[in-house]
């Protein structure tokens, strides 16, 4: 979170996550390496730092879209999502050292612009297996580097949430297009059972985590029942709430957030005033509900981000009958502090 | 995440769910017919003597090399600078019989079959795209 601009926030969690993922990158360059030199020992430095970048920064950016999924599905694989953010962007430069050197080693000792013959040197456009699979990859690194540059806490504040959300959401638009450079590339010139294994095996991990999360999560958000007459409406067994977690709770237009943590129950908003982020997927971290997007925090019983910090949700009325959660799902004024629900 | 975005990513996978497996079966399909045999010809360490003339082509130079008593030959190409192209395959009379990378000497095993015919073509080929780098005429 941010009460003002700063380059870059660094914290414990953040260093441990980026310093696994850089020895994972390590050894996978240095296995991936050793197996080519092995198996292609006429391979040029050329070659090999393509071939290496361009799988790594595939199968990087299937880990980086399973994230999402696997942390709804299991709550265990939040803590990768807090730092995505710099996964991406290693991503994203391992994938234009991929492009760059492409485009040195096939484009750049032409007469024509090697950019421009990225797009001329191919023209079969109306074919499938002779597609200029080039293209595709260029468009995704470009969506990759939009991605990249905006990822930056400045970027952050400064964009609409919904203009900065729906331009990351085209990493879909990526990864589609990466399947199908690969499909018309690498695939239809070495013809190996072992990459189209790989992709469609890659391609329906995602698919079924995508699909089965949006399952869970319609599942778990189902129609609310009728209130009692007091306006409250019940939400869960208060066993099903796990400790310094939530409850997302759809009633009535609103999008609820009903965390239990010591002994207590409070409700707010479930969308962070940052970037919309589910505040439910997150967890209390020191007494405060912290977003599982980019960990903005906010006091549940009053909604409030702690001083210095001016961010406010509406909060809600909340109570615990018999064992059930409920909720009143009319909102009270930003930052307006609700007794909270003691059992 | 806000049940509006939820949605449109639910939008977006299933789409993706029909979109993708349909591309990746259509990318299968239009696989090329394998063009190459399955077992090329065992590499070539030690040189046998050079035999008839070597012909000079642009950046390479090819020629036969041949033993007493063996019924194949050794083709050898010794390459100066690297081809421009993503990558160079070998054709001895549309035969596939190897790849050809960096600068050096490239040596090429010619068994029996290959060396039937009554003239030799070597071709220099661009899979990718689809060009002819290189043509010689060798004699037999």
């Not at chain 1, 638009?173 to 450079?181: D, E, I, P, Q, R």
């Not at chain 2, 017919?33 to 360490?45: G, N």
């Not at chain 2, 003597?49 to 082509?57: F, L, N, T, Y």
Request: glycine share 8%; hydrophobic share 45%.
């Amino acid at each position: 979170m941010s009460a003002q601009y700063a380059t870059v926030q660094w914290n414990r969690q953040k260093r441990r996550y980026d310093r696994i993922l850089a020895l994972a990158i390590a050894v996978y360059l240095a296995l991936f390496s050793g197996c080519q030199l092995y198996f292609y020992p006429e391979i040029t430095p050329e070659t090999l730092i393509i071939r290496a970048t361009g799988t790594l920064a595939f199968l990087m950016l299937h880990f980086i879209l399973a994230i999402g999924p696997l942390a709804r599905i299991d709550t265990r694989f939040l803590p990768l999502l807090y730092n995505r953010r710099h996964f991406g962007v290693t991503m994203f430069l391992i994938a234009a050292v991929h492009g760059v050197f492409n485009i040195i080693q096939f484009h750049s000792l032409g007469n024509v612009d090697p950019l421009l013959s990225v797009f001329i040197s191919n023209t079969r456009y109306g074919s499938v297996g002779e597609f200029p699979f080039q293209v595709l990859g260029f468009f995704a690194l470009l969506i990759l580097f939009l991605m990249a540059v905006t990822s930056h806490d400045f970027w952050l504040k400064n964009l609409h949430p919904k203009v900065w959300k729906s331009l990351h959401m085209m990493v879909y638009l990526a990864y589609g297009l990466l399947v199908f450079h690969v499909m018309l590339g690498v695939v239809q010139l070495d013809q190996s059972p072992i990459w189209i294994g790989l992709v469609g095996a890659g391609m329906l991990t995602l698919l079924g985590l995508h699909n089965r999360a949006a399952y869970l999560v319609k599942k778990e958000q189902a129609p609310a029942q009728k209130p009692e007459t007091d306006g409250f409406y019940p939400v869960c067994d208060l066993s099903e709430i796990p400790e310094n977690r939530a409850k997302i709770a759809l009633i009535d237009g609103q999008n609820i957030a009903v965390f239990k943590y010591d002994g207590k129950i409070s409700a707010v908003s479930n969308i962070c005033r940052h970037q919309n982020g589910p505040l439910g997927e997150g967890k209390i971290v020191d007494g405060c509900i912290t977003c599982p997007w980019h960990a903005y925090q906010y006091l549940p019983h009053n909604g409030q981000a702690p001083p210095p910090f001016t961010e406010k949700l509406e909060t809600y009325d909340v109570k615990v009958q018999d064992g059930l959660v409920w909720v009143n799902p009319r909102p009270y004024p930003e930052g307006t502090e609700r007794p909270a629900a003691v059992f | 995440m806000v049940p509006e975005l939820r949605k449109r990513h639910r939008q977006i996978w299933r789409v993706w769910a029909v979109l993708l497996p349909l591309g990746f079966v259509l990318s299968v399909l239009a696989l090329p017919r394998k063009e190459y045999p399955d077992q090329l010809p065992a590499p070539v360490t030690a040189a046998w003597p050079i035999e008839g003339p070597v012909i000079k082509s642009g950046e390479l130079t090819a020629g036969l090399r041949g033993k007493a008593g063996e019924s194949g030959k050794q083709l050898e190409i010794v390459l100066q600078k690297p081809f421009k192209a993503p990558m160079t395959r070998v054709y001895w009379n549309e035969q596939f019989i190897g790849s050809l990378g960096a600068v050096g000497v490239h040596r090429y095993a010619l068994d029996s079959a290959l060396l039937a015919a009554p003239a030799f073509t070597l071709k220099i080929v661009d899979p990718v795209n689809g060009v002819v780098l290189n043509q010689i005429e060798l004699q037999p």
